[in-house]
């Protein structure tokens, strides 16, 4: 199927209408564009290969075909999901894509949209945190996304770091201790974190919820989807209790195959549509119905990004044993053979993964020896253009928890990370281990 075919489709309902010639300021030469284009392409070749299995680096993964189509294809338009008066088809898109995340986490009574990104998410979570709990201060983990502490500086709320314990989870006793002081407003749990893919203990967040009053905020941007899959995973089995939390934000845009521009807000208590009242002497004309700009802090939104998920999740439905759910079960799968594999290699794994990031270091002695092999390693893959991976910095005294035998020469140890996210990394565990230990075996462990 060409990749064009809504384009096409849509551009024959587009001639259906009175003929115009466009105007001559808009013209371009076909030989200018080739011009132009000789240079654009050279420029793009100063990419990584995002689309590779053999890219096991950061959270990047191409969009599907499918939602490209629909992108490509509502483009042509352009509507602006702002109001039902710039985007009526592509509005109406959204709200059916949003009410079936709300049924998926379980939101029975909710108010929510699509934004253009985790961070415009947790933006306006954290916007209605400081409404609903003014002058209270909001607690995240230190390997919460650093998201949390920009957006806390730019509202002027008052935050507080909660150590990590050796997993990468947030500490449940600091966290208690903080909340014994009586001023937290909302707690974000992290589901899953950046650095690790680990889960925040969310059973243990709730329990202390009996006793200290404060309003919990799920930061799902890289892993809201796993819930589709929570029933397969012991470990992810915590995403059931996501009902029970004051909101979720979370991205198509890194699990659900789409292209950049498309994360998600929700809240489980629809009268927080209040704090967003505002009034447009421009736009809401054409309908009494709910206009997404009126519970939304971005106004032009672009309603391809509605178009292009509603057409995926038709095709790849939010099930767990088709659709997305098999896609990301296998995601897990290549994660957990990776880390069964690893040991027998040049490297040792650092953490059992919880999602589908794992992370591992060079089997060198100090501190100092594996943060030097593991950044050769990522400047060595892409320079033999050969494996793309990424680093992490590990406190040191967390790392010697998980591995005593550690020499601790500086504070930071810099260890290897990789967010297996496409199923094709399934079957290419064993192509990436013997690309990784190419890399290393010149550095003589
Ligand atoms: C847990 C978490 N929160 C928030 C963000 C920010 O999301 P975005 O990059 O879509 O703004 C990320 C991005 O990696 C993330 O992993």
Sequence with gaps: MEITYLYNEIQKWLDSFPKFKGDETLNVKEEEIIAVGGEFLDKMKDNYPFHHPLYAGQMLKPPHEVAIMAYL????LNPNNHALDGGPATAKMEKEVVSDFAKLFGFNEYLGHLTTSGTIANFEALLIARELAPNKVVAFSEQAH???SRVCHWLQVPFVEIPSNNFGKMD????????????IGTVIVTLATTSLGALDDLKEILHLQKNYNFRIHIDAAYGGYFKI???YREQLQVFDLISKADSIAFDPHKQGLQPYGCGCILFNNPAVGKFYKHNSPYTYFTSDELHLGEISIECSRAGASAAALWFTNKLFPLKSDFGIGQIL???????????RK????????YLQPETNIVTYFPKFKSASEISKASENILKEGILQNELWVATLKVKSEHFQVNH??????????TILRSCLMKPEHKDWVNDIIDGLNNLTAPQKI
């Design 329 to 339: 079960t296998k995601t897990i799968d290549a994660t957990e053979d990776f880390a």
């Design 342 to 349: 690893i040991n027998n290699s040049y490297f040792s794994l």
């Design 404 to 413: 005593p035998e550690l020499i601790v020469d500086k504070k930071w140890v």
């Design 73 to 76: 294809g509502t483009m042509l």
């Design 146 to 148: 650093y998201t949390h």
């Design 172 to 183: 449940i006793s600091s966290l208690e201790k903080e909340l014994q002081k009586n001023n």
């Design 229 to 231: 899959i929570s029933q």
